[in-house]
């Protein structure tokens, strides 16, 4: 699967013209070692990208996102992991969302840049060579004086999605996001989605494992009204069933 790709390609069009010192490198510890003892306890697959020497300062002992590498395998290799574990066709898709996703950061104030988020489904590879869809949420971690981008931080886990893309930019605290399509090489504003109160209720009760009859009594309604509601939950979260509608509403701040 390993494909040789110039790794500088991944930093397009970044600027990167402010130093980044020793001294802010220590700064930055105490923040890394507290992510380090939040994916422990709670196994998370995270790890920070350094934009300023192109290589990663954190990766994370959870085995989602390492694909049968050790921790430190990965943490050296760096961006020469992704030939490795990604297909050419996602690596080429990659490519395009980081470059499409930095010229969409420099659009935007520093509060919005440290405030939203980039969302992107792609495949990955196991050393076995099972291959498994993943979903990356990055976010900015540390900013340069000039509002420039040193410091991410990356959540991996497994996508609900069947095809790899899917990229959009979204502010935390809002299910309003910026679009990309892959067609048009452009962002588009999509709407923010809207449950009805009743329809949030529902999904919040099924999110703590009431069963519809179960919704029904508490909600003094028939359970045929309860499944009219999941109905029409499913449709606008576009999602095939309510594990899916919990999941999807929890990582994109509708519940």
Not at 32 to 53: F, G, K, M, P, Q
Not at 71 to 80: L, T
Not at 152 to 164: F, G, H, N, P, W
Request: aromatic content about 14%; hydrophobic content about 35%; proline content about 4%.
């Amino acid at each position: 699967m390993k494909q040789y790709f110039d790794v500088n390609k991944f930093f397009k069009p970044l600027k990167l013209e402010h130093p980044v010192s020793k001294i802010d490198y220590v700064g930055v510890q105490p923040y890394i070692e507290t992510l380090a003892s939040l994916a422990r306890v709670a196994n998370l697959s995270l790890y920070v990208i350094d934009y300023h020497r192109k290589e990663f300062l954190y990766v994370s002992s959870n085995s989602l996102f390492l694909c049968g590498y050790e921790r430190e395998e990965v943490k050296e290799m760096g961006y020469d992991f992704y030939p490795e574990v990604v297909p050419p066709e996602d690596i080429a898709m990659l490519l395009e969302i980081n470059e499409k996703g930095f010229e969409q950061f420099y659009k935007v104030d520093e509060e919005t840049k440290y405030n939203s988020f980039i969302s992107y489904d792609f495949t990955m590879c196991h050393k076995s060579g099972q291959k498994f869809k993943v979903n990356h949420k990055l976010a900015p971690f540390a900013l340069t004086p000039d509002g420039d981008i040193w410091l991410s931080l990356c959540l991996v886990t497994l996508s609900t999605q069947e095809k790899s893309g899917n990229a959009y930019i979204q502010r935390f605290g809002s299910s309003e996001k910026l679009e990309y399509s892959f067609k048009t090489k452009r962002w588009k504003l999509k709407p923010a989605i809207a449950l009805t109160d009743r329809e949030l209720e529902i999904l919040r009760l099924s999110a703590q494992g009431y069963t519809e009859q179960s919704i029904a009594t508490k909600l003094f309604v028939e359970k045929s009204t309860v499944k009219f509601h999941k109905s029409n939950i499913l449709s606008k979260l576009k999602v095939n069933n309510m594990m899916e509608a919990v999941y999807y509403s929890a990582a994109n701040h509708i519940i």
